[in-house]
């Protein structure tokens, strides 16, 4: 069952802050945050694989709360290049089954 | 290091006619593959997976199917398309890690447009 992720939108200005959620219903063994530019592939940020766990790149930083089942991704201090559509990916089975929520559309303007 | 090649890059095809999109993955093995379809705008769905040589597993029933035939190589078929198969179609592996997939990488992506 695909993940639910919040908000669907997000227009920010350069040097602010965002947070998307991302949601699933059963649990979860990981969580996977990918950007996608426009036209492009999607390209891996990180993956959350312990409940609780807070992982950083640069300024994009995430949690994963097993109980809630519930993952969020945080960007800090937006920049222009953080634009783009953002995937949360949840997986059972060990890997077999891996699917995306709706994805976050966010822009970041000058 | 591992690379991914997914082909054709685009393709425009009439309703009816069959479709033959084909991944494969260099530099690992036994890895876990996936076809994604991604409508214009749209999130990514999943429609096949497969942890090894001849096991898919399918997402959405439709018109279209999927062959492993060799351990890195991986095969998006229809034998006749509909105007709904129009979309962005990606190609990713994964190395299997205990508890769960490390990360994706992802294909070029196959643009597939059918009139």
């Known amino acids: 069952q695909q993940p639910v992720q919040s908000p669907q939108a997000v227009i920010l200005r350069e040097g602010e802050d965002a947070v998307i959620n991302c949601s699933s219903s059963?649990?979860?063994?990981?969580v996977h945050w990918y950007r996608q530019k426009h036209g492009e592939a999607p390209v891996f940020l990180m993956i959350l694989l312990k409940g609780g766990e807070q992982k950083g790149h640069d300024k994009i930083s995430a949690s994963f709360n097993e109980k809630k089942q519930q993952s969020s991704l945080y960007l800090t201090a937006s920049q222009l290049s953080y634009s783009g559509t953002y995937f949360c990916g949840t997986e059972d089975n060990y890997g077999q089954n891996f699917v995306f929520g709706p994805g976050t559309r966010l822009s970041v303007l000058p | 290091s591992q690379t991914i090649h997914q082909w054709p890059a685009t393709l425009v095809q009439p309703v009816g006619s069959p479709l033959s999109l084909e991944c494969t993955v260099e530099g690992t093995s036994n890895p876990n593959l996936y076809w994604y379809r991604q409508a214009a705008g749209r999130g990514l769905q999943l429609l096949f997976y497969?942890?090894?040589?001849?096991?898919i597993s399918s997402e959405v029933p439709q018109n279209l199917s999927a062959s492993r035939p060799q351990d890195r190589q991986f095969i998006l078929s229809s034998k006749k398309l509909l105007l709904s198969d129009s979309g962005f179609y990606l190609c990713?592996?994964?190395?299997?890690?205990?508890?769960?997939?490390?990360?994706?990488?992802f294909g070029e992506g196959s643009r597939l447009t059918v009139l």
């Open positions: 059963k649990a979860l063994y990981s």
């Open positions: 497969s942890v090894g040589i001849g096991q």
């Open positions: 990713a592996w994964s190395a299997p890690i205990v508890g769960g997939s490390g990360e994706l990488f």
